[in-house]
């Protein structure tokens, strides 16, 4: 079976354009999860999700960035109008059920870098 | 806002030594998760552990969940260098909404 797979890996945009994260969880996961994690720090949560849902997104700024996991097709996570403070690794997870019943599945990661 | 405190943050050893890595909370957890995450990679499971005083073992490594399910720690025997790396712990439960809440890490390096 295929694991999560995110792209683009690395990623280079300018300040004030938009960045699109794509996530693929593994089949017949349901649930999927964005985590931000910044050099040497721990993975801060951003949003969970369900097939066309949001759950939970507490953990992401109100203002330029969304999250969408449609009915086909991989997860988004779209940061609009980018600031050099957005430049981080942001992984995608998946898990069949809530991940406190099974372990997460993690992506490699995209690495976001805003010049 | 539930914190998962983890200590130290930074460890550096030489190859043979033994080691803990401690992860706290003031909040109760229905399951706590230790990964590990090596540099360019997403992290991936090592251990779940679920019961109060629960102590599972993966080798050279040993994970205990506190009686209150509060903490938990990861004792690894003999470091070796291919256990370098960022270990996380992550708490999730009803009281947490079904998201996961990570610690912020240990970084370890064993040096040959």
């Known amino acids: 079976n295929a694991g999560v797979m995110q792209n683009p890996r690395h990623l280079v945009r300018r300040r004030g354009q938009e960045a699109r994260l794509r996530c693929s969880p593994v089949k017949g996961h349901s649930h999927v999860y964005w985590y931000r994690q910044l050099p040497e720090e721990g993975l801060k949560f951003m949003v969970y999700l369900q097939k066309e849902n949001i759950i939970d997104e507490s953990g992401m700024p109100k203002e330029r960035f969304s999250a969408e996991f449609p009915k086909e097709g991989p997860s988004i996570l779209r940061i609009q109008q980018v600031v050099r403070g957005d430049s981080a690794a942001y992984f995608c997870a998946s898990s069949p059920r809530t991940p406190y019943n099974s372990p997460l599945h993690f992506g490699n990661g995209t690495r976001l870098t805003v010049t | ?112």
């Open chain 2, 1 to 112: 806002t539930q914190l998962l405190e983890q200590s130290p943050q930074f460890l550096s050893i030489q190859e043979g030594e033994n080691l803990t890595v401690y992860c706290n909370s003031s909040s109760v957890f229905s399951s706590l998760q230790w990964y590990r995450q090596e540099p360019g990679e997403g992290p991936v499971l090592l251990v779940t552990v679920v019961t109060g005083g629960e102590v599972k073992k993966l080798k050279r490594l040993t994970f205990q969940f506190g009686d209150a399910r509060k903490d938990s720690s990861l004792h690894i025997t003999a470091a070796q260098p291919g256990d370098t790396g960022l270990y996380l712990c992550a708490g999730g439960g009803n009281n947490q909404g079904g998201k996961l809440i990570f610690g912020q890490g240990t970084e370890l390096s064993v040096k040959p």
